[in-house]
């Protein structure tokens, strides 16, 4: 069993940062892929970033403004999120994986945290 829980989340206005953290207990893996998604309402599941070996992959949405780091000894990972916009709103669910194929897809992640939710106001 593998848990995932997010923090970090919060009401923020446009331009301002916010930094996520996402820590993995249980059986976790050095080898997998770890990282974030988002679901915005009435949209669907929307890759962010992942951290997979030693290399980080963005969504283009978020490129340039977005920075996925990781801390391997404690299984964790974070994303700093600077510059966000109202449509960066969404709820961030950390997830993992001990190999997916397709890092962009959301249905190559076995595991889920719960969520946090981020807002921007405008």
């Known amino acids: 069993q593998v848990q995932l829980v997010e923090s970090g989340g919060g009401l923020v206005q446009a331009g301002d940062s916010l930094r996520l953290s996402c820590e993995a207990s249980?059986?976790?893996?050095?080898?997998?892929?770890m990282g974030w998604f988002r679901q915005a309402p009435g949209k669907e599941r929307e890759f962010v970033a992942v951290?997979?070996?030693?290399?980080?992959f963005y969504g283009d949405s978020v490129k340039g403004r977005f920075t996925i780091s990781a801390d391997n000894a404690k299984n964790t990972v974070f994303l700093q999120m600077n510059s966000l916009k109202p449509e960066d709103t969404a709820v961030y669910y950390c997830v993992l994986d001990r190999q997916p194929r397709r890092l962009w897809k959301s249905d190559e992640y076995a595991y889920w945290g719960q969520g946090t939710q981020v807002t921007v106001s405008s």
């Open positions: 249980g059986r976790t893996f050095k080898s997998g892929a």
């Open positions: 951290w997979s070996g030693d290399t980080p």
